[in-house]
C-alpha cells in the first residue's frame, strides 16, 4: 500500500531531479541566441528591433547559428533600428546577410526586412513598446513581413524578461525539450524551477534540447551524475 510519505518522498524526489536536471540545462545554456548575436536585450527600441530582425532570421529553415551570425552582420553593418534598416539599400541588406552566410534566403529577407522595418516606422515610430500596447501583441506581430507563429514565439520567449505579462513564455518547440529532458511539459510548473530572470534562457536552452539529441543526454546523464 503506498503510503502518504511514499507519496510525499516521491514528490521531493521528482522535484530534485527536475531542479537537477534544470541547473545542467543551464550550465551548458550560458546565453540565449539573442546575446549570442550580441543583443543586449532591454526595454528600449534598438534591443527590441534587434530581437525582432533575430526572430526573423531564425524562422527559416537554415541553422541557427547562422542566423546568430547573420544577425551580428546586419548589426555589425549598422542596420540596428527600423530608421536604419529602411534606409539601407536593398544589395546592403543582402550583402550583411551573405557576410553572416545567409545566403539561401538572403534576397527574400532583405526584402522582408525592408517592409518590416517601413512598417514599424508608420505604425509604431519605430518603438516596439508601442506593439506591447496593442490588444493583442502577438497578433499584431505577425503582421511584421516574415514574423509568422514561430517568429512571434522566438521573439516573445525572448522578450518576457522585460515584458513580465508574456512570462513564463514556453513555446511548443520548448516544450518538445522538456518533454525530452523528461521535465514538467507546463509554463507554469517550469517557471518554478529558476528565478524570473532566467526565464528566457530556460526557454532558450529548452529550443536546444529539443533540436539536439546529443546535448539532451548529456544534461540527463550531468543530473543523474549529480
Known amino acids: 500500500m503506498t503510503t502518504k510519505t511514499d507519496r510525499t518522498s516521491g514528490g521531493k524526489a521528482t ?5 537537477a536536471v534544470v541547473r545542467a540545462l543551464l550550465d551548458r545554456q550560458q546565453r540565449t541566441y539573442t546575446a549570442q548575436a550580441g543583443i543586449r536585450l532591454r526595454n528600449t527600441p ?3 528591433y534587434q530581437t525582432l530582425v533575430l526572430a526573423i532570421l531564425l524562422s527559416a529553415r537554415i541553422r541557427a547559428d547562422i542566423a546568430v551570425a547573420a544577425a551580428r552582420a546586419l548589426f555589425d553593418a549598422g542596420l540596428r533600428d527600423p530608421r536604419s534598416m529602411a534606409n539601407a539599400s536593398w544589395q546592403e541588406r543582402v550583402d550583411a546577410l551573405g557576410e553572416g552566410g545567409y545566403r ?3 534576397e527574400r529577407t532583405s526584402t522582408m526586412l525592408g517592409k518590416g522595418a517601413e512598417l514599424l516606422l508608420e505604425r509604431y515610430d519605430g518603438d516596439l513598446r508601442r506593439l506591447r500596447e496593442e490588444p493583442d501583441p502577438k497578433k499584431a506581430l505577425m503582421d511584421v513581413p516574415g514574423i509568422g507563429p514561430t517568429g512571434a514565439d522566438i521573439f516573445l520567449r525572448d522578450v518576457q ?3 513580465p505579462e ?3 513564455y514556453i513555446d511548443r518547440k520548448a ?9 514538467p511539459a507546463s509554463p507554469q510548473k517550469l517557471s518554478g524551477l529558476v528565478a524570473g530572470r532566467e526565464m528566457p534562457r530556460l526557454a532558450d536552452g529548452l ?3 529539443a533540436l539536439d539529441k546529443p546535448l539532451a543526454d548529456e544534461v540527463l546523464a550531468a543530473a543523474k551524475a549529480a
Open 104 to 106: 539561401r534566403y538572403d
Open 46 to 48: 534598438a534591443p527590441l
Open 161 to 163: 524578461g522585460v515584458w
Open 15 to 19: 522535484a530534485a531531479r527536475d531542479e
Open 207 to 209: 529550443v536546444h534540447a
Open 175 to 183: 516544450l518538445d525539450g522538456a518533454r525530452r529532458l523528461g521535465l
Open 166 to 168: 508574456f512570462a513564463p
